[in-house]
């Protein structure tokens, strides 16, 4: 677990213009040596990064690297009792949050996670540098049951604020619960973890995944995109982490158990699975039949070959072939 440095986030800033920079220039700028300029260039290599290095000439980044900075993160985010933490490397942001009980509402974004969690106990591909891996934690006022529809409202918010910021030529679309796609690839995940707190009080984990400079990825077993293969363009995440913030605060504060009813034509619009045959794995079992949305709670209607329609509050859906 490393926390950013100010020197690695000013570097990669220098760099962003994807000239060549001279070691030494670059440490005067810096205020170090050319040495700690090195290793710094070693470090970013090791993870991954792609530095060309030309001696005489000096450093070339191949794409640009806007590393995460929390200083205009937290103002941007406006939330001035955030504790806000950046890691240039950690496990999984969720899990550190999981573990690190502030009073205060909680953020924590990294640049790279080795352990990145996704939902179904899957691993969570977190490149460096490339991606938000963003967790949010927050002490929700509302009892346990809102927590479904809670988890499908912050889906549709994450839809609207990407689309409100990049020009996507289509629509995303919400995979029930919470998985956002754009033409059928995985855009974003979202994994909630509750806690029940002595008090009787429950604390959320809201950890989200949001694929956005990434262009190659060997490990992702499923079909995904990124901002970036849709936009064409480099994107600078710290507005983006600074609305995703704000966004989901507001999001949980403002929801109660009337809530989802103004989510949802939002949601119908963006329903990924409805009117589709489907097979839900829940537990141990498998249902199949065909999606028609979801209820006042946010629970998957599934119609059944009997004609009967049942409700679900959770497993993994897939399409049928
Ligand atoms: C999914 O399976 O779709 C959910 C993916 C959630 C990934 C995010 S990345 C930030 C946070 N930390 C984690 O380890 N997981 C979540």
């Not at 950690?90 to 924590?108: E, F, R």
Request: net charge neutral; hydrophobic share 40%.
């Amino acid at each position: 677990m490393k926390k950013l440095s100010l020197n690695l986030i000013k570097l990669c800033n220098i760099l962003s213009d994807l000239n060549f920079h001279d070691g030494t220039a670059l440490g005067e700028q810096l205020g170090i040596s050319r040495a700690a300029i090195w290793k710094m260039i070693q470090k970013l290599q090791n993870y991954g990064v792609t530095i060309q290095s030309i001696k005489g000439k000096g450093y070339q980044l191949d794409a640009p690297l806007w590393l995460l900075d929390t200083k205009i993160i937290q103002e941007e985010s406006n939330l001035s009792d955030l504790e806000l933490t950046a890691f240039e490397e950690i496990d999984s942001t969720n899990s550190y949050l999981t573990q690190y009980k502030a009073s205060s509402p909680q953020a924590c974004l990294a640049e790279y996670q080795t352990l990145g969690k996704g939902r179904f106990d899957r691993a969570w591909a977190s490149p460096f540098g490339q991606n938000i891996y963003l967790s949010v934690a927050l002490r929700l006022h509302q009892d346990m049951s809102t927590l479904g529809g809670l988890s499908l409202a912050i889906g549709i918010k994450v839809c609207e604020l990407l689309e409100n910021l990049y020009t996507l030529p289509h629509l995303l679309s919400l995979k029930w619960p919470n998985d956002i796609l754009y033409e059928d690839k995985k855009l974003a995940g979202i994994l909630i973890e509750a806690q029940v707190e002595a008090n009787g009080s429950c604390r959320l984990i809201i950890g989200i995944g949001i694929n956005i400079n990434m262009i190659s990825q060997q490990n992702i077993l499923t079909p995904w995109t990124s901002i970036k293969r849709i936009t064409h363009k480099d994107i600078n995440r710290n507005n983006l982490a600074a609305d995703l913030i704000a966004c989901i605060h507001d999001c949980a504060n403002s929801f109660d158990s009337k809530g989802l009813a103004h989510y949802q034509t939002r949601w119908n619009k963006r329903d990924y699975l409805h009117g589709k045959a489907i097979t839900l794995k829940h537990f141990k079992n498998g249902v199949s039949g065909f999606a028609e949305g979801i209820d006042a709670q946010g629970q998957l209607l599934i119609k059944l070959p009997n004609g009967e329609q049942k409700t679900f509050s959770s497993g993994e859906t897939t399409l049928q072939k």
